[in-house]
């Protein structure tokens, strides 16, 4: 049996009692770590808290591990149960969908345990969720590569007065590209899109469109940590939401749509 676990957004206490029972029946537990992270996971004890709770040692599955050598992890389930953990729920990344589709291929056994997710944990700034367009990524631009293709699905979501929620990019184990170019790989250092890097370069590729989309004075809502004890929700301009730290990763960013009186209630309480 192959069990992906979704961990929730917290810390090692947000599994669910499904997912906790899951885990200590499995002889190999693997945890993804490049798609998210759980916030305490970026501190040095991190993976000692999982491994102490959950009662079994943790192999860390990065994005090479998955995408290159995801057979391996499948083989392993095909004689004994086998664990992988996701921060989030399983299925906010299409890497996962994936290895289920892999799994059944090999007539393995796929059982998933959903947990809490940025997709939902959101709703709390009083925002509805069925008032949300289509979810876009900011990727960290580079001199040569500034992709701007969320611009018009940005666009669409606000036509129809709908929110747009940014998931902001994380930079974890990715190779440079002159050691690719050498054929021996060495990694940048890991990097956490901020909320205010976010705006800069939304800002950056509205100045270049000139569709009047958003603006500096557009509301958004900032959120960093969600799920943990200090998450941080700060509402307002671009503009102004530029000015504030919010501290640790990691960040996301939500482009507020037309809003409902309930909606802007709420919002009150996050405002500056």
Known sequence: MLYIIGLGLGDEKDITLKGLEAVKKCSKVYMEAYTSL???????????????????????ADREMVEEKADDILNEAQSSDVAFLVVGDPFGATTHTDLVVRAKKLGVE???????????????????????????SIPFFTETWRPDSFYEKIRENRKLGLHTLCLLDIRVKEPTIESLCRGKKQYEPARFMTVNTAIEQLLEVEEARGESVYGENTICVGFARLGSEDQKVVAGSMKQLLTIDFGAPLHCLVIVGKTH????????????
């Open 38 to 60: 759980l916030s305490f996971g970026l501190s040095p004890n991190g993976l000692s808290n999982l491994e102490n709770l959950y009662g079994r040692s943790i192999a860390i």
């Open 110 to 136: 796929v059982k998933v345990v959903h947990n809490a997710s940025v997709m939902n944990a959101v709703g709390v700034c009083g925002l509805q969720l069925y008032h949300y367009g289509e979810t876009v």
């Open 261 to 272: 009186p309930v909606e802007e209630e709420m919002l009150e309480f996050y405002g500056l």
